[in-house]
């Protein structure tokens, strides 16, 4: 099941955008749960819903795409975005926002079917998997590949180490994200502290060294398991 | 080490990238290496037993368009980072470099800022890749080293010891291990107790080989392994246009069998080779 959201000023090009991706659906035999926004600010408010793929318009009243394309990546920073649109000028700015595509107006039945399959490419590489997290900042997507170790705050909280040295506090019990990751690159290196197998870059006595430099620390008890998901994860001689 | 390939004609822009990328090594201390190539299928070929981290693309090469290189690339190596650097800073070409996944477009001539940025995002992406990196297990624990910053192996004292760039590490498994693990790709076995990387590979002389980052050294080639060691780095190198010609200036000399042009004689060989070429 892969959600979409929609954004357009324009009620008509809502309407055939969804036609079109209710058309590839049916074709592909895929699930889609398709929602449209006329206003890019209830768009903004409803981000919590976990959306996979988005359709923007770039002259929007009140807001333009680009904008709204900066709002969501400090949520999300990896979901397909694509730019739809009838101006030539805003396209270098996919770059800067790692937009998939930029579709001119009118839209074919062939472009979406392209950038949909692109789409649905991305989603089942795994590259994808995600943690949604809730705190005061609002909903947000933290991808696992992105996160370098999870540790708990004195108040009960986790708090996420993100690779571009961002922080994010959310509300999870240890134990429950232990068992979410297990089957990913991730180990509960200490009781405190649960780390991504893929940033470590040595383990000496009970000290883990982090390729960003930072050391953090294990058990003796469960030593023995980290050093297995090394292994495993970077593959042994 | 990240590996970069430039696909240009442009001697300027090419005399640039080598700027910011002599620079980038000095201030950040990462081994950059760089190959040029001026004919995109001479590239496309070379590809096939190469493997990058990143392509500088030029949109406007005079036999494939840019959108067409990226298609084969991306038929040959499906996720490595493509990067379209071009005079022509329009519409159309962005939309095409988006059709062919390209991560970015830039405008030439390129900034050392945006460089810096890219080649950052880059390392950083490689030091977690599972593909580029092998765990070794210790005593104390394990250490996570990156292949494509290993220098050369050789045995000392019955025990194998690894020359990063700026540390060496001591395993007790045998070279053979090695040997398989690291592939036959980029690593030579050019003696009973050396495994070289040849990449590192600068210059390959009478009496041995010299390696990029080992000074006062040279790393024995047992007589058995000679021809076999020319052969891999005459199919490496060979591709390069730079380091062809290079090789077979030096050859003519006689004492030295075969050398790839160091970063100095770069200018000068570029100019001449292009010449050549036309």
């Known amino acids: 099941m892969i959600k979409i959201a929609i954004c357009d000023d324009d009620p008509l090009f809502l309407n055939q955008i969804e036609r079109m991706l209710e058309a590839y659906e049916k074709e592909n035999s895929q699930q889609f749960i398709i929602k449209k926004y006329i206003k890019p600010i209830h768009l903004m408010g409803s981000l919590k819903e976990e959306f996979q793929v988005f359709f923007l318009d770039m002259q929007m009243p009140g807001m333009n795409g680009c904008e709204l394309a900066e709002f969501i990546r400090k949520y999300d920073k990896r979901s397909t975005l694509l730019f739809v649109t009838s101006y030539h000028q805003y396209i270098f700015e996919c770059f800067k926002y790692e937009a998939a595509n930029y579709i001119m107006k009118p839209i074919t039945q062939a472009q979406i079917n392209y950038e949909m399959h692109r789409a649905i490419k991305k989603i089942n590489s ?12 609002g909903y947000m997507k933290l991808f696992l590949s992105d996160i ?4 708990t705050t004195k108040d009960r909280n986790v708090l996420f180490h993100c690779a571009d040295a961002r922080k994010e506090i959310g509300h999870f ?5 232990e068992e979410r990751l297990r089957h990913s690159s991730f180990v509960r290196c200490h009781n405190g502290i649960i780390v991504n ?17 930072e050391i953090i620390y294990t058990t003796k008890s469960r030593k023995k398991a980290v050093m297995q998901k090394v292994a495993e994860c970077a593959g042994c001689v | 080490m990240l590996k970069i390939a430039v696909c240009d004609d442009d001697i300027y822009h090419n005399k640039k990238v080598d700027v910011c990328v002599k620079r980038y090594m000095m201030e950040k201390g ?36 840019g959108l067409e290189m990226a298609g084969r690339i991306r038929q040959i190596d499906a996720t490595v980072t493509i990067i379209f650097c071009t005079v022509y800073y329009d519409f159309n070409n962005a939309q095409r470099g988006l059709g062919a996944e390209a991560e970015d477009f830039l405008k030439k001539p390129l900034s050392y800022k945006k460089v810096e940025m890219i080649f950052q995002r880059l390392n950083s992406r490689k030091m977690v890749s599972s593909r580029e990196r092998f765990a070794i297990k210790r005593q104390e624990g ?8 290993i220098i050369f192996l050789e045995i000392e004292r019955k025990a194998v010891t690894i020359h990063l760039r700026n540390k060496s590490i001591m395993s007790y498994l045998t070279l053979k291990e090695f040997e398989k693990k690291l592939g036959r790709e980029y690593f030579y076995r050019c003696h009973k107790s050396y495994l070289v990387n040849l990449d590192y590979v600068e210059e390959l002389k009478n009496n041995g080989i010299v390696l990029c980052g080992v000074e006062n050294r040279l790393i024995p080639v047992s007589k058995g ?9 005459a199919n490496i190198w060979y ?13 003519v000399e006689g004492q030295v069998l075969l050398r790839r042009a160091g970063q100095q004689d770069h200018k000068k060989m570029l100019g001449k080779i292009l010449y050549y070429e036309l």
Request: with cysteine; aromatic share 12%; charged share 30%.
């Open chain 1, 197 to 213: 197998a893929d940033y470590i870059e040595s383990v000496y006595e009970l000290a883990i060294r982090l390729v960003s430099g």
């Open chain 2, 30 to 65: 990462i081994e950059v290496k760089v190959d040029f190539y001026s004919n995109e299928k001479r590239f496309l070929e070379a590809l096939k037993n190469k493997k990058f981290d990143l392509i500088l693309l030029d949109i406007s090469m005079p036999e494939l368009s």
């Open chain 1, 148 to 151: 370098e170790y999870i540790e």
């Open chain 1, 126 to 137: 795994g590259e994808q998997a995600y943690l949604p997290v809730k705190n005061d900042k």
């Open chain 2, 239 to 251: 591709n390069e246009l730079r380091w062809c010609a290079s090789a077979y200036l030096f050859f």
């Open chain 2, 142 to 149: 394990i250490v996570v080293i990156q292949i494509s910053d």
């Open chain 1, 173 to 177: 019990k240890m134990k429950n994200l």
């Open chain 2, 225 to 233: 392994r000679r021809e076999g060691l020319l052969k891999r780095l």
